[in-house]
């Protein structure tokens, strides 16, 4: 319930750090959505139109109170409300979370857990390196080749854009590549390390086989430090990957906020990094939760 | 169904609140305007037939085509018109192009099909200022509402596409018009997806995705026009590249050092080496699409000629500016920024280079004044959406207005092209305009107030397919006539 509670003056700073640090950015929202080549007077009436010329604390104040009502305002750019403009992209963004954060934790945690039990093996090499590839290769680059290949040579996928089963297959693979690489990384580490536990020594001991201490003794203990990297990287894909949305024209959550900031759009960018700091909130409580079903010495407060 | 890849989605369907070329090109498909242009950039008549302009040229009565329909079966009249233009003037309505209108004063409904526009004061390129103001039927406005004009254009134009729908960040849909007065178009869905990345889109043209691309990466134009089923169009557009020169103090306040950086430069290696060929050397302040556009003597490459212009202005050993570059903004603007930094290093003028994000470009360059700038030399690009020479060279060069927050952002003041502006926007004899214009264009061409760099190219690929597509000088085109086979 603590937990909970925190929640509140955590997220109401961010508002207010967000509405001020928007604010620091040299540029000014009305003169951009007007164009350089709009007058001075219709900018002005643009200006007024947003309510930019208010005193500043006047503005704030109008978005807090508005914020209790759950009124995220109205994006200056398209005249659409923020809610509506996020909730028109946040499924896509989820879908895309979800599928690339499945397919990681498929394919990471039993190949971490395989490296770990062959350590120092060749397979174990091979997994390293493959590791190290995966966290390294450049999300563009790898895009741009999987397109070329998939889509342009060999037609069997599309190249961008969103709407069948199969569009989802390209940016997914470009996501989970560089997740399922640290998960291995993670999960290797961690079992690793659980292996090296007394009540392992004891369980040896015991006469118990490698095979069952690790998957019925180690495997839970070790996979808490896991949880918890899943569980942020898939709160943080909930804010978009931005470079795949672009690459694969994904119509999601990261390019309506990436976009906002370059266009200015102050209750946008307000409204959609809040709604995104609510979900990531939301995602570590999940988590937390997650943990007193694996692990019984850990009470939530 | 044709299918077209475009860069960015729009922020607004509405007519009136149209900032970028491509949306403003697909609404037009929808709602028409009085007049338009050709392929070489001359004026016809579009949703009107005639039109006089009164001696005093504060009135422009204009004979509207008879039997068109709207696409909510209601008839386009003069009523019609008027309350468009009614609307376009209220100021509760968000209209950035306003300006364009400011000659404007009244509608006035003559007969069914005649309408009258009254001007403040004689504003000759009025008549091509109309071609960015499409008109809506006023019975479907009130069914839709004034909120909805934003998202939806369903119905409200004569245009041979009927808006269906818009997925926000991922499409517009359009279906044919039966019904359209120039006869319905052969494709019977048009799809307008929005795909960031000029490679991707590339990429779905080659795979079959799409059947047609706006600005695909310029590095790939010659290998596309290679590709067998691919057609790229390269065409001109009005995107007029400068560095503008603060004239106001400092080095640049000397004409010789102007005159000398024109010669510094080497314009033609630009356009070859950085911009792969995609643009025409400048010999103008006007592009050659525009009314009133005349031809100067590009400045050869010289740099011994500058050398001695800059000592001659006192300057021998040359000496340090600054030199604000947008990125990502105009093509390979950062490189190009870069190659003139290195010519001008060349004739002993130190640049430093500054690269701020689009909207702190915008501020810096609109905040100039006449005592302070942050910048000696900017390199910005202009694409008027009037194809008249006053478009271009009134808000640019006219010494009332000088930055702050309008357009003279070099500080320039010549009387005799101040003189010339005025008389040549209120004359109506297009013969008599021509020759201002072009007296105007020699007296900045020897004042150097920019570095005059090129013309941009504006560049669709698409499948071989389609054909019959009209691309436009404006970077826009035309899918009235395009067949698919």
Same mark, same amino acid.
């Given at each position: 319930?603590?937990?909970?509670?925190?929640?509140?003056?955590?997220?109401?700073?961010?508002?207010?750090?967000?509405?001020?640090?928007?604010?620091?950015?040299?540029?000014?929202?009305?003169?951009?959505?007007?164009?350089?080549?709009?007058?001075?007077?219709?900018?002005?009436?643009?200006?007024?139109?947003?309510?930019?010329?208010?005193?500043?604390?006047?503005?704030?104040?109008?978005?807090?109170?508005?914020?209790?009502?759950?009124?995220?305002?109205?994006?200056?750019?398209?005249?659409?409300?923020?809610?509506?403009?996020?909730?028109?992209?946040?499924?896509?963004?989820?879908?895309?979370?979800?599928?690339? &954060?499945?397919?990681?934790?498929?394919?990471?945690?039993?190949?971490?857990?395989?490296?770990?039990?062959?350590?120092?093996?060749?397979?174990?090499?091979?997994?390293?390196?493959?590791?190290?590839?995966?966290?390294?290769?450049?999300?563009?680059?790898?895009?741009?080749?999987?397109?070329?290949?998939?889509?342009?040579?060999?037609?069997?996928?599309?190249?961008?854009?969103?709407?069948?089963?199969?569009?989802?297959?390209?940016?997914?693979?470009?996501?989970?590549?560089?997740?399922?690489?640290?998960?291995?990384?993670?999960?290797?580490?961690?079992?690793?390390?659980?292996?090296?536990?007394?009540?392992?020594? &004891?369980?040896?001991?015991?006469?118990?086989?490698?095979?069952?201490?690790?998957?019925?003794?180690?495997?839970?203990?070790?996979?808490?430090?896991?949880?918890?990297?899943?569980?942020?990287?898939?709160?943080?894909?909930?804010?978009?990957?931005?470079?795949?949305?672009?690459?694969?024209?994904?119509?999601?959550?990261?390019?309506?906020?990436?976009?906002?900031?370059?266009?200015?759009?102050?209750?946008?960018?307000?409204?959609?990094?809040?709604?995104?700091?609510?979900?990531?909130?939301?995602?570590?409580?999940?988590?937390?939760?997650?943990?007193?079903?694996?692990?019984?010495?850990?009470?939530?407060? | 169904?044709?299918?077209?890849?475009?860069?960015?989605?729009?922020?607004?369907?509405?007519?009136?609140?149209?900032?970028?070329?491509?949306?403003?090109?697909?609404?037009?498909?929808?709602?028409?305007?009085?007049?338009?242009?050709?392929?070489?950039?001359? !004026?016809?008549?579009?949703?009107?037939?005639?039109?006089?302009?009164?001696?005093?040229?504060?009135?422009?009565? !204009?004979?509207?085509?008879?039997?068109?329909?709207?696409?909510?079966?209601?008839?386009?009249?003069?009523?019609?018109?008027?309350?468009?233009?009614?609307?376009?003037?209220?100021?509760?309505?968000?209209?950035?192009?306003?300006?364009?209108?400011?000659?404007?004063?009244?509608?006035?409904?003559?007969?069914?099909?005649?309408?009258?526009?009254?001007?403040?004061?004689?504003?000759?390129?009025?008549?091509?200022?109309?071609?960015?103001?499409?008109?809506?039927?006023?019975?479907?406005?009130?069914?839709?509402?004034?909120?909805? !004009?934003?998202?939806?254009?369903?119905?409200?134009?004569?245009?041979?596409?009927?808006?269906?729908?818009?997925?926000?960040?991922?499409?517009?849909?359009?279906?044919?018009?039966?019904?359209?007065?120039?006869?319905?178009?052969?494709?019977?869905?048009?799809?307008?997806?929005?795909?960031?990345?000029?490679?991707?889109?590339?990429?779905?043209?080659?795979?079959?995705?799409?059947?047609?691309?706006?600005?695909?990466?310029?590095?790939?134009?010659?290998?596309?026009?290679?590709?067998?089923?691919?057609?790229?169009?390269?065409?001109?557009?009005?995107?007029?590249?400068?560095?503008?020169?603060?004239?106001?103090?400092?080095?640049?306040?000397?004409?010789?050092?102007?005159?000398?950086?024109?010669?510094?430069?080497?314009?033609?290696?630009?356009?070859?080496?950085? #911009?792969?060929?995609?643009?025409?050397?400048?010999?103008?302040?006007?592009?050659?699409?525009?009314?009133?556009?005349?031809?100067?003597?590009?400045?050869?490459?010289?740099?011994?000629?500058?050398?001695?212009?800059?000592?001659?202005?006192?300057?021998?050993?040359?000496?340090?500016?600054?030199?604000?570059?947008?990125?990502?903004?105009?093509?390979?603007?950062?490189?190009?920024?870069?190659?003139?930094?290195?010519?001008?290093?060349?004739?002993?003028?130190?640049?430093?280079?500054?690269?701020?994000?689009?909207?702190?470009?915008?501020?810096?360059?609109?905040?100039?004044?006449?005592?302070?700038?942050?910048?000696?030399?900017?390199?910005?690009?202009?694409?008027?959406?009037?194809?008249?020479?006053?478009?271009?060279?009134?808000?640019? !060069?006219?010494?009332?207005?000088?930055?702050?927050?309008?357009?003279?952002?070099?500080?320039?003041?010549?009387?005799?092209?101040?003189?010339?502006?005025?008389?040549?926007?209120?004359?109506?004899?297009?013969?008599?305009?021509?020759?201002?214009?072009?007296?105007?264009?020699?007296?900045?061409?020897?004042?150097?107030?920019?570095?005059?760099?090129? #013309?941009?190219?504006?560049?669709?690929?698409?499948?071989?397919?389609?054909?019959?597509?009209?691309?436009?000088?404006?970077?826009?085109?035309?899918?009235?006539?395009?067949?698919?086979?």
């Amino acid at each position: 319930m603590n937990r909970v509670l925190i929640l509140i003056p955590t997220l109401l700073g961010l508002v207010t750090f967000l509405f001020i640090l928007i604010r620091l950015i040299p540029g000014d929202p009305a003169r951009v959505l007007a164009g350089l080549m709009a007058s001075e007077e219709d900018v002005e009436l643009i200006r007024e139109q947003l309510g930019l010329n208010k005193p500043l604390y006047v503005q704030y104040f109008t978005y807090m109170a508005n914020l209790f009502t759950f009124n995220l305002g109205v994006s200056a750019r398209t005249d659409s409300p923020v809610l509506y403009e996020v909730m028109a992209r946040l499924p896509n963004t989820l879908a895309l979370a979800l599928s690339s &954060t499945a397919l990681a934790v498929a394919l990471g945690v039993p190949l971490g857990v395989f490296a770990a039990s062959r350590k120092s093996s060749r397979l174990d090499t091979l997994v390293s390196t493959f590791s190290i590839v995966g966290i390294s290769l450049p999300t563009y680059w790898l895009g741009l080749i999987m397109i070329t290949i998939f889509a342009v040579e060999l037609h069997l996928l599309p190249a961008g854009g969103y709407g069948t089963p199969a569009h989802f297959i390209l940016p997914t693979v470009t996501i989970a590549l560089f997740l399922t690489a640290f998960i291995v990384k993670i999960t290797k580490a961690s079992v690793i390390d659980s292996m090296e536990k007394e009540y392992v020594v &004891t369980a040896r001991s015991k006469g118990l086989t490698e095979r069952v201490i690790l998957y019925k003794h180690v495997l839970r203990n070790a996979l808490i430090p896991v949880i918890t990297i899943i569980g942020l990287q898939f709160g943080s894909l909930l804010g978009g990957a931005v470079i795949t949305e672009t690459i694969y024209a994904w119509p999601g959550l990261g390019r309506l906020i990436i976009d906002a900031i370059n266009n200015r759009d102050y209750p946008m960018v307000q409204g959609s990094i809040f709604i995104f700091a609510l979900l990531y909130a939301l995602v570590n409580l999940i988590t937390d939760l997650i943990y007193t079903i694996v692990d019984p010495r850990v009470r939530l407060g | 169904m044709l299918r077209i890849g475009i860069g960015t989605d729009a922020d607004t369907l509405d007519t009136a609140g149209q900032t970028t070329t491509t949306i403003n090109n697909i609404v037009s498909f929808v709602c028409e305007p009085l007049t338009y242009y050709d392929e070489k950039g001359n !004026m016809v008549y579009w949703l009107a037939e005639s039109h006089t302009t009164s001696s005093d040229g504060l009135h422009v009565t !204009m004979k509207l085509k008879k039997n068109i329909k709207f696409q909510d079966g209601t008839p386009f009249n003069a009523a019609a018109v008027k309350f468009t233009y009614d609307r376009l003037l209220n100021p509760q309505v968000k209209v950035p192009n306003r300006n364009l209108l400011a000659a404007l004063n009244t509608t006035e409904v003559v007969d069914e099909y005649t309408v009258r526009f009254n001007l403040k004061f004689p504003y000759a390129p009025f008549i091509r200022a109309i071609s960015n103001f499409y008109i809506i039927s006023p019975s479907q406005y009130a069914v839709l509402g004034e909120d909805n !004009m934003a998202r939806n254009l369903y119905n409200l134009g004569t245009g041979p596409l009927k808006f269906k729908e818009w997925v926000k960040g991922d499409r517009m849909v359009f279906v044919k018009f039966d019904e359209y007065w120039g006869g319905p178009i052969s494709v019977d869905e048009v799809v307008f997806k929005v795909i960031p990345e000029a490679q991707t889109r590339e990429a779905m043209l080659l795979s079959g995705d799409l059947d047609l691309i706006l600005s695909p990466p310029p590095t790939d134009v010659s290998k596309l026009s290679g590709t067998p089923g691919v057609k790229v169009i390269v065409s001109d557009s009005t995107r007029v590249m400068t560095v503008n020169l603060y004239t106001a103090k400092g080095p640049f306040s000397d004409v010789r050092v102007r005159q000398a950086v024109n010669y510094a430069v080497d314009k033609e290696a630009i356009i070859k080496n950085i #911009v792969f060929g995609l643009g025409t050397i400048s010999d103008s302040s006007v592009p050659p699409s525009f009314f009133g556009y005349s031809h100067n003597e590009p400045y050869e490459y010289n740099p011994e000629k500058a050398k001695k212009l800059l000592a001659d202005a006192g300057y021998p050993d040359g000496f340090t500016c600054k030199m604000m570059v947008p990125t990502g903004r105009y093509l390979f603007d950062r490189q190009v920024g870069e190659a003139i930094q290195s010519y001008l290093g060349k004739v002993g003028i130190k640049v430093e280079l500054f690269t701020p994000d689009w909207p702190t470009f915008v501020s810096q360059l609109l905040g100039t004044s006449p005592t302070n700038s942050t910048w000696d030399m900017t390199f910005v690009g202009y694409a008027m959406t009037v194809p008249d020479a006053d478009a271009m060279l009134y808000p640019t !060069m006219h010494s009332s207005q000088w930055a702050p927050g309008k357009f003279n952002t070099m500080i320039y003041k010549n009387e005799k092209v101040d003189s010339l502006l005025d008389q040549a926007r209120r004359e109506v004899d297009p013969n008599k305009r021509l020759s201002m214009y072009a007296e105007a264009q020699k007296e900045i061409w020897n004042d150097c107030p920019w570095i005059f760099l090129y #013309v941009q190219k504006f560049i669709i690929a698409h499948s071989d397919k389609v054909s019959g597509l009209v691309v436009y000088p404006y970077e826009t085109f035309d899918i009235r006539t395009l067949k698919m086979a």
